[in-house]
T-cell receptor, first 113, second 114 residues
Framework: AAGVIQSPRHLIKEKRETATLKCYPIPRHDTVYWYQQGPGQDPQFLIS???????DKGSIPDRFSAQQFSDYHSELNMSSLELGDSALYFCASSNRVLNTEAFFGQGTRLTVV | AQSVTQLDSQVPVFEEAPVELRCNYSSSVSVYLFWYVQYPNQGLQLLLK??????LVESINGFEAEFNKSQTSFHLRKPSVHISDTAEYFC????????????FGSGTRLSIRP
């Protein structure tokens, strides 16, 4: 079965650079969530989208922005990167009508040096 | 709002011993409950879920969890663990209405000793 696809899987950036993370949800899933998991931490909710509109917002820094496109894929844009942004970034998708669990991608490991 | 508390940050057990990972939640609305497992350097995998119906749910690899509404708990159990069960386990909660976000507990690291 198709799963949530995230790209890239690994990314190394320098401080003050920008990064773009991509997420391709499971077909027919209309909701996308982004999470950040720091080393030894639990996943923290950043932001979610439903039908291309922001549906909820968590602890997402102002330096980050995200959007969901017409094909339902989503991108997380991160600017002025800081060392503390180094983390595993997960995307998850779900279908609002079915309203069950969210399915997670394998994550993008971002390292800021 | 919902919250999840995992009471144990680490649980060391011997191989073939039983284990229980504790999880309590707080919510003013009805919820769905989940256990996710994360193996080293990997993503989050859904282990089992409670949506409705039977309060005892099971996974394909021998884990089970019981939803206890009166105690607001969703403890994870396995009667006999294997070395391959070594991982981080996250309990998670989601409001059952609409596509609300999943909120994770702080995780429990299960380490299996031979």
């Amino acid at each position: 079965a198709a799963g949530v696809i995230q790209s890239p899987r690994h990314l190394i950036k320098e401080k003050r650079e920008t990064a773009t993370l991509k997420c391709y949800p499971i077909p027919r899933h209309d909701t996308v969530y982004w999470y950040q998991q720091g080393p030894g931490q639990d996943p923290q909710f950043l932001i979610s989208f439903y039908e291309k509109m922001q549906s909820d917002k968590g602890s997402i820094p102002d330096r980050f922005s995200a959007q969901q496109f017409s094909d339902y894929h989503s991108e997380l844009n991160m600017s002025s990167l800081e060392l503390g942004d180094s983390a595993l970034y997960f995307c998850a998708s779900s279908n609002r009508v079915l309203n069950t669990e969210a399915f997670f991608g394998q994550g993008t490991r971002l390292t800021v040096v | 709002a919902q919250s999840v508390t995992q009471l144990d940050s680490q649980v060391p057990v011997f191989e073939e011993a039983p284990v229980e990972l504790r999880c309590n939640y707080s919510s003013s609305v009805s919820v769905y409950l989940f256990w996710y497992v994360q193996y080293p350097n990997q993503g989050l995998q859904l282990l089992l879920k409670y949506l409705s119906g039977s309060t005892l749910v099971e996974s394909i690899n021998g884990f089970e969890a019981e939803f206890n509404k009166s105690q607001t708990s969703f403890h994870l159990r396995k009667p006999s663990v294997h070395i391959s069960d070594t991982a981080e386990y996250f309990c998670a909660v989601k409001a059952s209405s609409s596509a609300s976000k999943i909120i994770f507990g702080s995780g429990t690291r299960l380490s299996i000793r031979p």
